[in-house]
């Protein structure tokens, strides 16, 4: 990646980091950029729109960049306190997140310790994974990491891009709904699964179905009609194709994880869907 790319502060699953140059190269021009699937935000870091509107249905990841658009290095500071020594032991972890779950259930008012926890969570977590079980706690086991990283410089840069930014949570489908002449979106869904076992779609604590992928591309296409484009990333197989059949087709291979063991990657195609105006 070239010098000068914006590292996103959280880790994420499917994350667009090292794609961004096919994704930058197909984006087009418009006034304000929409992402209905946010994710890490490493898009929206790397783009030069006037506006932006960053949506998730996330709670927890829209908390956390509400919290550090408004108190920047103030909440940077709190922050802080989470990335020593003693804090990087698995019993202070599953403190930490206990503590966290309970105040995702009981208690909408204390948003700054919340977004604190939950950067904690994703830094200390295994693999920097977000996952929630079936009655909606956050259920990452501890990492194990030596010493986290706390990014300081890139929660910094974040703040200071985000003073453009709305962040929403909302379904896609209502933050589509409302695009308008001069948007573009750029849409980073759960990706279709390459087998029955690879499936992970439940980050949110809900499941992005098949339905749930018709009715993204049945929105791009709406879109498109109104003179809005809309950028969608996927896996290239042949459900993708023929669910986004009436969208130009980009398509490159990416290297992926394939187990918990770093030593073992293998090359998956993905696919940019194009809905043009």
């Known amino acids: 990646?070239?010098?000068?790319?914006?590292?996103?502060?959280?880790?994420?699953?499917?994350?667009?980091?090292?794609?961004?140059?096919?994704?930058?190269?197909?984006?087009?021009?418009?006034?304000?950029?929409?992402?209905?699937f946010v994710g890490s935000g490493a898009l929206f870091l790397n783009t030069d729109y006037r506006s932006y509107q960053l949506a998730d249905?996330?709670?927890?990841?829209?908390?956390?960049?509400?919290?550090?658009?408004k108190d920047g290095a103030n909440f940077i500071d709190y922050v802080a306190r989470y990335f020593t020594a003693v804090h990087n032991q698995v019993e202070k972890f599953y403190q930490h997140r206990e503590r966290f779950n309970?105040?995702?259930?009981?208690?909408?008012?204390?948003?700054?310790?919340?977004?604190?926890?939950?950067?904690?969570?994703?830094?200390?977590?295994?693999?920097?994974?977000?996952?929630?079980?079936?009655?909606?706690?956050f259920n990452v086991p501890f990492g194990r990491f030596k010493l986290p990283y706390f990014p300081v410089k890139e929660m910094l840069a974040f703040?200071?891009?985000?003073?453009?930014?709305?962040?929403?949570?909302a379904d896609f489908r209502q933050v589509m709904a409302a695009a308008k002449r001069g948007d573009v979106v750029y849409c980073d869904p759960p990706y279709v699964p390459l087998s029955r076992t690879?499936?992970?779609?439940?980050?949110?604590?809900?499941?992005?179905?098949?339905?749930?992928?018709q009715d993204l591309?049945?929105?791009?296409?709406?879109?498109s009609k109104k003179q809005i484009p809309v950028l969608i990333s996927n896996h290239d197989t042949n459900e993708t194709r023929l669910l986004y059949q009436q969208a130009a087709i980009l398509h490159f291979p990416v290297r992926r994880f394939i187990s918990c063991n770093g030593t073992k990657?293998?090359?998956?195609n993905e696919l940019l869907a194009h809905y043009a105006v």
């Not at 779609?201 to 992928?213: D, K, N, P």
């Not at 591309?217 to 879109?223: G, K, T, V, Y």
Request: with cysteine; charged share 20%; net charge positive.
């Open 57 to 69: 249905i996330n709670p927890d990841l829209i908390n956390l960049y509400q919290t550090l658009q």
């Open 159 to 169: 703040h200071l891009k985000a003073q453009t930014a709305e962040f929403v949570c």
């Open 265 to 268: 990657r293998l090359h998956a």
């Open 102 to 137: 309970l105040l995702r259930v009981n208690n909408k008012r204390q948003q700054k310790e919340k977004a604190a926890l939950f950067l904690y969570l994703n830094r200390h977590g295994y693999n920097g994974l977000c996952r929630y079980n079936s009655k909606g706690l």
């Open 217 to 223: 591309a049945n929105a791009a296409a709406r879109l």
């Open 1 to 36: 990646m070239a010098a000068g790319v914006q590292r996103p502060f959280l880790k994420w699953a499917g994350g667009k980091f090292r794609v961004l140059p096919h994704i930058l190269q197909a984006l087009p021009d418009g006034k304000r950029l929409i992402e209905p």
């Open 198 to 213: 690879a499936s992970f779609t439940a980050y949110a604590y809900t499941s992005f179905t098949a339905e749930a992928q």
